[in-house]
């Protein structure tokens, strides 16, 4: 396959700073030599710069950033869309405010080769929150909602060219949800899998029913890797962080099973803040949940000595 890496150095979106070194870790923890000796041809296409936009004042006095963001969003959907034309784009985040315009890129070459787009989100949050409902105002929480076509952002966030359906979206690891997005997810049909549904039914047929669906309709597939669904025992360079996420095997099944389907054509890597790391271990956990997803069986594993 050809992948083509996008950096997304922005941390306008959420609540502290650090996020804007993400796609530097990823690539100093080896992503694009990862994805060669897997057979894949990489080419990294640099880095998104947005260009500054107007935007008027919200009536939600909370929102931090939304010119910035709105920036953001402009300029990741055209470079998503660009990327998407015949490779597989991952986007080196950066934090979740990102996949507003990751998105709305890839919705948008979806809906021109008239296939439909399915999305995990693979997260402790759903970020479903519009700029009316959200409390802290940190703008990492609203991306989902705004590519599911939510209203609310018409006149701050750029037009949605595609937007997503909702019940093509399937959330999984979630233990951190505001009672607003609660009322909003059941609303608009969302799959939602929380941990506790991973505890009592085990991953594998959560996900494996999705990625059926997936493939009943002949879909298109982009995951959002969040480093919040993890485990911050095992990933602590997050600035979000909720005890009780995916184990380490949890997380590369979820990902060799993804690569078995045969279904994700794009993907996001966000919310990895290296200011917060220890020695690069959960950047490279990320690269090594890459390469799961991109075709490293479980038996190829490297014995490491320490």
Partial sequence: MHCNLIGIPLQDGAGRMGCEMGPSALRTAGLAAALAEL?????DLGTVVPKPVEVGLHRNAALKSLP????WTAAIAEAAYAASA???PIFLGGDHALSAGTLSGVARRAAETGRP???LWLDAHPDFHTLDTTASGNLH???LAYASGLPGFEGYFPRLPAPVDPKRVCTLGLRSVDPAERRALTEAGVTVHDMRSIDEHGLAPLLRAFLERVAAENG???VSLDVDFLDPAIAPAVGTTVPGGATFREAHLAMEMLHDSGLVTSLDLVELNPFLDERGRTAILMVDL???LMGRRIMDRPTRSF
């Avoid at 057979?39 to 080419?43: D, I, K, P, Q, S």
């Avoid at 910035?68 to 920036?71: G, H, K, N, S």
Wanted: glycine share 8%.
């Fill in 39 to 43: 057979g894949h041809t990489v080419t």
């Fill in 117 to 119: 787009l399915f999305v």
């Fill in 290 to 292: 890459t390469a799961s």
């Fill in 86 to 88: 015949d490779a597989m």
């Fill in 141 to 143: 929480g609203v991306p």
């Fill in 68 to 71: 910035e963001i709105a920036a």
């Fill in 220 to 222: 298109l597939l982009h």
